[in-house]
């Protein structure tokens, strides 16, 4: 599910420092919430688009409306569970992005190279 954040030290053909490895590790931990409130909402968007599906089948199959009531329930029930999904990702968005500031800015890089490297330095390699 968690991905593997972006980082510009992930060069092909480079060896990863297992300190790095953690590092975005920690950040794909802090951003795991997001990434849960995502699909909850993604699930609820699709599980409404379904129900308004069938809902519109029924009545081009001239269903008594009287039958649907508790097919309109269950999708006032699905848009308000995904508007409070969406009201959660926001928020999980939010407290996400600023502690991967904050792990961004504590795993800073602390010495700048002047050497000149070729995406493939085959001498770390050896």
């Known amino acids: 599910m968690a991905s593997i954040p972006a980082d510009p030290s992930l060069v092909l053909g480079g060896i990863i420092e297992p300190y790095k490895i953690d590092q975005l590790a920690a950040i794909a931990e802090v951003q795991k919430p997001v990434e849960l409130a995502n699909e909850r909402l993604n699930f609820l968007t699709m599980s409404s688009y379904k ?38 990702l926001g928020e999980q968005i939010i407290t996400s992005e600023r502690a991967v500031r904050d792990l961004r800015e504590k795993f800073a890089q602390t010495k700048i190279s002047k050497m000149v490297e070729s995406p493939m330095n085959y001498e770390l390699s050896e």
């Open 51 to 88: 129900m308004e599906m069938i809902y519109q089948q029924m009545v081009n199959m001239r269903v008594d409306m009287a039958s649907l009531i508790k097919l309109q329930a269950e999708q006032i029930w699905l848009k308000a569970e995904a508007t409070n999904a969406a009201i959660d």
